[in-house]
């Protein structure tokens, strides 16, 4: 069992930077693969990127614009995501999760590969 809890979000000016965390319980952090997910209202949950279990391996969805970066530190259980120059398209809810390539394969770009899910933390970008 993994308990995510997403912090970092808030309202923010059109430009700003934002660095959302998401720590995770638990002594099994390093084995996850780990994504980011937004839901923007009235939209699908969409991805956004996600991270490899050693950190090397990132992948972005095609529409996220090269202002966003993936990390993740495994000592101290937790994923970012920084996102730069931010604009009011970026405005929603942010979710991590984290899935497992014990069970799934592929590029862990959709929801049905994470078996885990943060509450989300809600990023409003005011212009």
């Known amino acids: 069992q993994v308990q995510l809890v997403e912090s970092g979000g808030g309202l923010v000016q059109a430009g700003d930077s934002l660095r959302l965390s998401c720590a995770a319980s638990?002594?099994?952090?390093?084995?996850?693969?780990m994504g980011w997910f937004r839901q923007a209202p009235g939209k699908e949950r969409q991805f956004v990127a996600r991270i490899r279990e050693s950190g090397v391996n990132t992948y972005y969805g095609d529409s996220v614009p090269g202002r966003f970066t993936v990390s993740r530190d495994n000592a101290k259980n937790t994923v970012y995501l920084q996102i730069d120059r931010l604009e009011s398209e970026d405005t929603g809810v942010y979710y991590c999760?984290?899935?497992?390539?014990?069970?799934?394969?592929?590029?862990?770009?959709?929801?049905?590969?994470?078996?885990?899910w943060g509450q989300g933390t809600q990023v409003t970008v005011s212009s």
């Open positions: 999760a984290a899935g497992t390539t014990k069970i799934y394969s592929g590029d862990f770009s959709q929801p049905w590969q994470y078996d885990y």
């Open positions: 638990g002594h099994t952090f390093s084995t996850y693969v």
